[in-house]
């Protein structure tokens, strides 16, 4: 079946680390987002990337960086640099810039 | 700036009852409108859509209204079921926003037995 995987789904990072959330997708989508959702809020943009090779800065992106070498993914990295990170993360793809669908998410601790 | 926003954080239901979530945007500009349902531990799933040249589009036990004198979106489910708790979500989206959606902070539908 089509459709996007995250992974880890839950994850763990110590003061000063950068970790790495991964998105991958097989449903030939140019566009895929990263998304940042805390407890009882929407969805806030991270990054987004319209076609291989680019991207564009969302919202929120400082403390955060991506790269778009594959058409099928787009991952996510948390840098030391980002000092609230725990969230919740989500990855999403579009074919038209219109309907996203979403992967289920990686929640992000801080130990 | 602009945002989409929803009226009501929660909403409580009984089985079999319909229910009626709603959203008021602010960004005139904005020509396509979606809703999203998000259950727990999941990401969110496209439900329905609405262009801005529409006023009603009908789903599967599923409504959305457009008013766009008043910049009001709503979503009605009929007969809800159990299976309809969760949360949802609006976004709009505008062709002069490179294709970005702006997301309400969606509203918790629970419904009860």
Redesign the interface.
């Given at each position: 079946d089509g459709g996007i995987t995250q992974s880890p789904k839950y994850l763990f990072r110590k003061e000063g680390q950068n970790v790495t959330l991964s998105c991958e997708q097989n449903l030939n989508h140019d566009a895929m987002y990263w998304y940042r959702q805390d407890p009882g809020q929407g969805l806030r943009l991270i990054y987004y990337s319209q076609i291989v090779n680019d991207f564009q800065k969302g919202d929120i992106a400082e403390g955060y960086s991506v790269s778009r070498e594959k058409k099928e993914s787009f991952p996510l990295t948390v840098t030391s640099a980002q000092k609230n990170p725990t969230a919740f993360y989500l990855c999403a793809s579009s074919i038209d810039l219109k309907a996203q669908h979403f992967g289920d998410g990686t929640r992000l601790s801080i130990l | 700036g602009e945002s989409v926003g929803l009226h009501l954080?929660t909403l409580s239901v009984q089985e079999g009852d319909n229910s009626i979530i709603n959203c008021a945007y602010s960004n005139s500009a904005s020509d396509?409108f979606?809703w999203y349902k998000q259950e727990s531990?999941?990401?969110?799933?496209?439900i329905i859509?609405i262009r801005s040249n529409m006023d009603k589009r009908q789903g599967q036990r599923v409504t959305v209204l457009l008013n766009k004198t008043v910049k009001h979106l709503s979503l009605q489910i009929a007969a809800t079921q159990p299976g309809d708790s969760a949360v949802y979500?609006c976004a709009e989206?505008s062709n002069t926003n490179?294709?970005?959606?702006t997301?309400?902070?969606?509203t918790t539908l629970t419904v009860k037995p």
């Open positions: - | 954080p396509y979606i531990g999941k990401g969110p799933q496209f859509d979500f989206i490179a294709g970005k959606s997301f309400g902070d969606g």
